[in-house]
């Protein structure tokens, strides 16, 4: 019954996606307000999926599609909160096809996968879901920031008169989304690790630095901590930025695909 | 009617080819008289600005060399400056000339500044003597048509000025101006225009730097702002967030390196630099640093050339008035050929000659062929030399600015009809009459 719920909220993801596409060529504020609002029916939709799982019964969080729904979901969630401060849409340009992305392989069929030797500390599990889903939704959204700030950049070097009536909000704001998302999803991450850890060592009594999952993470973290400092240190802005935040977003990928190499960090089936 | 103009503007050159032409105020008196000097030039002036340089000339036969006069002046080769010329004679010459003073013809159409500029220019060659009487009566008139755009159409009404598309894409660079810093430097009206319209946006504190420190003290009071002394510019620059700069500077005052120290004291935070000095103050490799921003004179037409559009209209009706004025132009300026007054003064005598000729021939009954040549050179005679002294008066008044008084005395005097372009003169200038009286 979830999957029908998260495919009906698939269904409003993708009229997000297709604005997407739209907004880089063109401005419409009518579409901007659809797309708003069909991704606002989405995550009802969502919500009540997710709360379907939950209820369930059975502990399938971590699960990779139950996951990647819960990502996406945390991912709609800033962009609605953004919205809420700044009036703007404009991040849906990165976000909405990160979404549907997620929302459409988490929809595709039902995956009861669990993480294998997880007996005790659920509740620390369930803290580093959420904290590390949340890290990487602010990765997101920082990593969408950083690339529309250079386009805005682009566009206002280029002068041209469309620079007046683009769709994307002042350079000043979009700078603002990308750094307090960075400075959010940075503690999250940082304590995300952390929890994880204390799930790895008290089931396996150790955490072993050099299985791929745990090495990419590390990596994916530090990237993160350069990002914060060097912003907050010289203010790294614009073209450097966005190269820093796509470095840290590959390594995200990367430490996600990890799951399916690491012997410590894996979905069984 | 012998004008010819010749010159550049914001549609024909590009930015570097207007800043090798632009005439600093200082020399512009030197160049009005080197004009007057120049082979075939009777009268001439020079506009320049930051959108355009002009020569207007009244010239001797309508061919004077003026390319050759630019070429000459600006030490510039046919080649680099020719593409980018436009010339145009009599009647195009004047439509243009109405053009300009009317702000058709401006990068932001409708825009006050440009009429300011052009009675400045003006009043320097008036200065000089380069303006007497065609040109006199050519700007004259420019200014009267100005006058009637302004006020007959809606042109300069909704204006976006330069200053308020600065403010737009400030906007688009920081989104709310409040708190924002605003740094002056050369104490110029339009720079004075935008930190206005910046101030009413929420900006938060003014500097102002100029060469002259006392008129930077005296703008800087105006805002409530704080005067800083122009070698300190460098040094303190960094604390503005935008930067409006139109210096007469040769050369350009911010360089790479100086971005490059702005940024790294501003933790790379961006600034906005609105150049409006011809030439530029802003150098394109420091504009092309990550977090400056440099709009330059001709970047703002392209940022308002999306407002244009909603003016159409009025600029049509505006061109309408134009086209309508160069023709009354056109008609009162043939007032001052002297030809059909004189021709009709001397038809007119000649009437009275050959009815007076006749009245004695009836009384005298039939005179013999030796009577009739005596007569006829005594009438002829007398008549010419009645004449001699008001057609010597009507030719050399034609080049003077008075003509039209004379030609008026004259025919007042005579109560002469002329006819033909004359004719059509005459109603235009009883229509100016009426214009005048209400």
Redesign the interface.
């Known amino acids: 019954m979830s999957l029908l719920w998260l495919r009906f909220a698939l269904g409003c993801y993708f009229i997000g996606l297709v604005y997407a596409f739209v907004a880089l060529s063109r401005t419409s504020d009518l579409f901007a307000r659809i797309a708003l609002h069909a991704a606002s029916l989405g995550m009802v939709f969502h919500f009540v999926s997710l709360v379907e799982v939950f209820l369930s019964g059975q502990f399938v969080w971590a699960s990779v599609h139950n996951g990647e729904s819960l990502l996406a979901f945390i991912s709609m969630t800033f962009f609605m909160v953004i919205y809420a401060i700044y009036k703007t849409t404009s991040p849906g340009v990165v976000v909405f096809p990160v979404v549907f992305f997620l929302t459409f392989v988490a929809a595709v069929d039902q995956q009861p996968v669990l993480l294998t030797a997880l007996v005790q500390r659920r509740g620390w599990l369930i803290a580093h879901i959420i904290l590390i889903f949340t890290g990487y939704a602010a990765l997101v959204l920082s990593f969408g920031a950083s690339l529309l700030y250079l386009l ?2 682009r566009r ?2 280029a ?3 469309s ?4 769709f994307l ?5 979009i700078d603002q989304i990308g750094y307090r998302s960075l400075l959010l999803g940075f503690p999250f991450m940082t304590l995300g690790l952390l929890t994880g850890s204390v799930v790895a060592l008290t089931t396996y009594g150790r955490v072993n630095f050099l299985d791929p999952k745990i090495l990419l993470s590390v990596l994916m973290w530090a990237v993160y901590m350069i990002m914060v400092f060097t912003r907050w240190n ?7 930025a966005a190269i820093l935040a796509s470095f840290a977003f590959v390594a995200a990928l990367a430490a996600w695909a990890a799951n399916y190499f690491s012997t410590m960090h894996r979905f069984a089936s | 009617m012998r004008f010819q103009l010749i010159g550049v503007n914001h549609k024909s050159a590009p930015l570097e080819v207007r800043e090798r032409l632009a005439i600093s105020e200082s020399r512009l008196p030197d160049t009005c008289r080197d004009l007057t000097a120049y082979p075939g030039i009777e009268e001439a002036m020079v506009i320049s600005t930051c959108n355009r340089v002009e020569v207007i000339a009244h010239t001797v036969n309508g061919h004077a060399d003026l390319r050759g006069f630019l070429h000459e002046h600006f030490h510039l080769k046919p080649e680099e400056l020719d593409p980018h010329l436009y010339e145009l004679r009599e009647k195009d010459a004047v439509r243009h000339v109405f053009r300009v003073a009317s702000s058709l013809d401006s990068m932001v159409v409708g825009e006050a500044q440009i009429l300011g500029q052009v009675k400045e220019a003006y009043a320097t060659a008036r200065a000089v003597g380069a303006v007497r009487g065609q040109l006199d009566q050519l700007f004259s008139r420019a200014f009267a048509v100005a006058k009637r755009v302004r006020t007959e159409t809606a042109v300069g009404s909704s204006s976006v000025s330069i200053a308020s598309v600065a403010v ?2 400030a ?5 709310s101006l409040h708190g924002k810093n605003v740094f002056i430097v050369g104490a110029g009206k339009m720079s004075e225009l935008a930190a206005r319209h910046l101030m009413a946006h929420g900006c938060a504190s003014i500097f102002v730097a100029n060469r002259t420190y006392e008129r930077a003290i005296g703008l800087a009071q105006k805002f409530d702002g704080q005067a800083i002394k122009f070698e300190d510019l460098y040094a303190t620059c960094d604390r503005a967030d935008i930067v409006i700069t139109s210096t007469g500077a040769p050369h350009a005052i911010f360089r790479r390196e100086h971005g490059e120290q702005f940024l790294a004291r ?5 600034m906005f630099f609105i150049d409006i000095a011809v030439p530029r103050d802003v150098s394109p490799e420091m504009a092309k640093l ?2 400056i ?1 440099t ?1 330059d004179i001709d ?1 703002l037409q ?5 407002h244009v559009a909603d003016r159409r209209k009025e600029a049509e009706l505006a061109e309408a008035i134009i086209a309508s004025e160069v023709e009354r132009f056109e008609a009162r300026l043939s007032t001052l050929d002297v030809v059909p007054t004189i021709v009709s003064l001397q038809d007119h005598l000649e009437t009275i000659r050959q009815a007076e000729i006749d009245r004695v021939r009836g009384r005298l009954g039939q005179m013999t062929p030796e009577q009739e040549i005596a007569v006829e050179a005594l009438t002829r005679g007398i008549i010419n030399k009645v004449m001699h002294t008001p057609i010597t008066t009507l030719k050399s008044a034609a080049k003077e600015p008075e003509a039209t008084t004379v030609v008026d005395v004259v025919r007042r005097l005579f109560n002469l009809q002329v006819k033909g372009k004359d004719g059509a003169a005459q109603s235009a200038a009883k229509k100016d009459e009426v214009g005048t009286r209400s």
């Open positions: 805005q950049e206002l070097k002068k041209k008169p620079s007046l009536t683009s909000p002042p350079l000043e704001t010289s203010g790294w802005r614009g073209r450097r | 737009e894409l906007k688009k660079i920081f989104g501003r933790k790379n935070r961006p990550d977090g921003f709009y970047d392209q940022a308002v050339s999306s």
